[in-house]
């Protein structure tokens, strides 16, 4: 399944995409402030973290020169409770809660509709499989807050700021909300 919106195209990623999705990220993780074990293991096992699995998807979509362009991701569950305030955790407990990830964008393919058409093929694949859908985004890298506040149907949910990661929480709004 290929999704076009314009020039970027956006698909599910292969076996045969992860080293370069991997390269990717990996570059994406350097420039958000380096690998944290603690959040980042699907990074080191994309196969395990995504393949085979109906509950969870990982998209990719390429520049024209072959490189990856950006990836997003969704995998079932909200914010890990113990690095958010107990209401918000609670908020996710008992429902079928699917968490838009690795929404990252390659420097040289930013301000191309890479990251638009990649968070919206996330989000349309995360409503269709569960009851709410989050994200979440670190403020302090550079038009990441603008991006989300800016994309159509999200609602901010809570801004953690101070927190060590400058964290803002979003959902997609239920049908009527926006």
């Given amino acids: ?21 991997e390269l990717h990220m990996r570059a994406m993780l350097v420039e958000l402030g380096g690998h944290d074990p603690r959040f980042h293991t699907d990074v080191d096992d994309l196969a395990a973290a995504y393949l085979g699995q109906p509950d969870r ?9 072959g490189t990856v362009a950006g990836t997003a991701s969704v995998r079932p569950g909200g914010p ?3 690095y958010v305030p107990e209401w918000l955790a609670a908020r996710y407990a008992s429902a079928s809660v699917g968490q838009i990830c690795r929404v990252w964008v390659a420097p040289s393919a930013r301000r191309g509709g890479y990251g638009r058409t990649l968070a919206q093929a996330a989000v349309d694949w995360a409503v269709d499989r569960f009851d709410v ?3 979440h985004t670190n403020a302090s890298v550079p ?8 994309f159509p149907g999200l609602v901010e949910v809570y801004d953690a ?9 979003f959902e997609v709004a239920s049908p009527g909300e926006h």
Avoid at 57 to 65: K, R
Avoid at 143 to 150: I, S, T
């Fill in 57 to 65: 998807v990982l998209l990719v979509s390429y520049a024209e020169d």
């Fill in 133 to 135: 859908v989050c994200l």
């Fill in 143 to 150: 038009g990441a807050l603008a991006f989300w506040r800016a």
């Fill in 1 to 21: 399944m290929t999704v076009a919106v314009g020039k970027p195209t956006v698909r599910p990623a292969g076996v045969e995409d992860l080293p370069a999705v």
């Fill in 80 to 82: 890990q409770a113990e």
């Fill in 161 to 169: 700021r101070p927190d060590p990661w400058s964290t803002v929480h």
